[in-house]
Each structure stands twice: as structure tokens, then as C-alpha cells.
């Protein structure tokens, strides 16, 4: 196994230990410390892909692994954020569907033996929402939420500016599946 891979499987394997941290209440700094490790596994996915490339390590292992390792850490803090009623979960399940809808699209290509390769926008959108979700725990970090409340954070500042990171993070992630969607309808229009 090459060192991109390596670093991809390190990703996979930060999953848990972030869900653990950003759960666990009862840790001293349990924030900081879900922060750490995510910036950990974030700076593996930028270091991954360009290892790979620059050293003409691209595999097949890893156009598998890669984009699920990034979809699997995104939607962890996504749920995580939900579940602390960090951010609003209707833009949890854009995103989702999102993310579903383009797996499937790369499936039925997959089986027409077309690769769909991550894209500039489908980037972007990654590389934005890892930064929100950055954002959103540094804030935390600075004024963390009341646990417990049932009207917990809605309408405060951090909440809001929360909002609009998500939100910006679901445009784009509307858009990047647009794209998709438009590229390789050829592959999936139910008039065939």
C-alpha cells in the first residue's frame, strides 16, 4: 500500500476518535480535541491526492477509498452538528441526498465502464463545507452552546453565522451535483 493510501486509510480510521471527542461532554476539551483530530484527517485528504499525483501513485484502491473516506468524515460532523442542534438539519439532508445521488450517478457509470472523476465544483464543495465545519467547532470552542436546551442556540449569533456557512455549503454542493447530474444524464434518462 502506497502513502496516499496510507493516508486515506489514517482518514477512515480518525472517524471514530472525532465522534468520540465531539460527543463525550465528559472529556476535558472535548471540542478542542474533536477539532484537532479533524483538522488531522482534513490535512490527510489535501496531502493524499497530491502525494498521488505528484509521485504517479494514483490507484484504483484509492479513487475508491478517497472520495468515501471525505464523504465519511463530512457526514459525520454534519450529523454530530444536527444532533448538538449546531446547524439545521434540512440542510443535513440536502447534502445527503446530494452525496447519495452522486454515488448512485458513479455506480450505474461505473457499470457502464465510465469513471466519474471528482470535478472543480465537487472540490470546492468539499473543500468549503471541511472549512465550515472547521469554523463552526472553533466557535464552539470560543462560546460553546448550553447542552441540553430544547431551544438550544437558535437564534443566536453563532448559530446564525453557522446558518449561513451551512447554507453557503449547500449551494455549492446543489450546484457541484447539478453538474454531475448534467454531465452523465446520458447514463441514466429514463427514456432508455
Known sequence: MNLPNKLTVLRVLLIPFFLVFILLYEIPHHMVWALAVYCLASVTDFLDGKLARMNNQVTTFGKFLDPLADKLLVMTALICFTFERLIDPVAVIIILSREFMVTGLRLVCAGEGVVVAA?????????????????????????PAQKGSPDLNWGSTIFLVNEALIWIAVILTVISGGIYLKAYWKYIDSSK
Open 119 to 143: 470535478g472543480i465544483w465537487g472540490k470546492l464543495k468539499t473543500a468549503f463545507t471541511m472549512l465550515a465545519q472547521i469554523a463552526i467547532m472553533v466557535m464552539q470552542i470560543i462560546e
